[in-house]
């Protein structure tokens, strides 16, 4: 009898591009300052790239020289989960898209008023809408 592979993780690695699967579903990061929306200005929504779920919104994006995508808020609060992570001999918060539990990056509290917080995402774990084809849907 030959086992079956596990269906989830290839349906992902069809779904994803390398880059993708390797940050969403195994926990990686791209290298800083490389990302595509690290330096991106251009009004609209952050969404999950496995899932298309809403998560950040432009207004709330900040330059913070970390090399990712930054934000100081999420759009809703009931779209990520939060998660201990230690792995690399540290402690730090896991971001990770609620619908499909996809890793985006992790929390810090270093970020700017209001919320002293700075969601440092990574770009290939997005994907982005702009407002104008937002305003276009609805």
């Not at 595509?36 to 009004?43: C, D, G, H, I, P």
């Not at 432009?58 to 809703?76: A, I, R, V």
């Not at 540290?90 to 969601?119: A, I, Q, W």
């Not at 995402?121 to 702009?130: M, T, V, Y």
Request: positive net charge; hydrophobic residues 30%; charged residues 30%.
């Amino acid at each position: 009898m030959v086992k079956k592979k596990n269906s989830l993780e290839e349906l992902w690695k069809k779904r994803l591009t390398p880059k993708q699967f390797r940050i969403l579903r195994k926990k990686g990061t791209e290298l800083p300052f490389t990302g595509k929306y690290y330096l991106n200005k251009k009004e609209g929504i952050y969404m999950c790239a496995a899932c298309k779920n809403p998560l950040f919104s432009s207004e709330k994006k900040f330059t913070s020289m970390s090399g990712w995508p930054s934000f100081y808020d999420s759009l809703n609060k009931k779209n990520i989960k939060l998660k201990e992570d230690t792995s690399l001999g540290m402690k730090r918060v896991e971001v990770v898209c609620s619908k499909c539990n996809s890793h985006l990056g992790h929390l810090f509290d270093d970020g700017p008023k209001p919320t002293g917080l700075r969601y440092c995402i990574n770009s290939a774990a997005l994907k982005f809408k702009k407002k104008n084809a937002i305003q276009k849907e609805l």
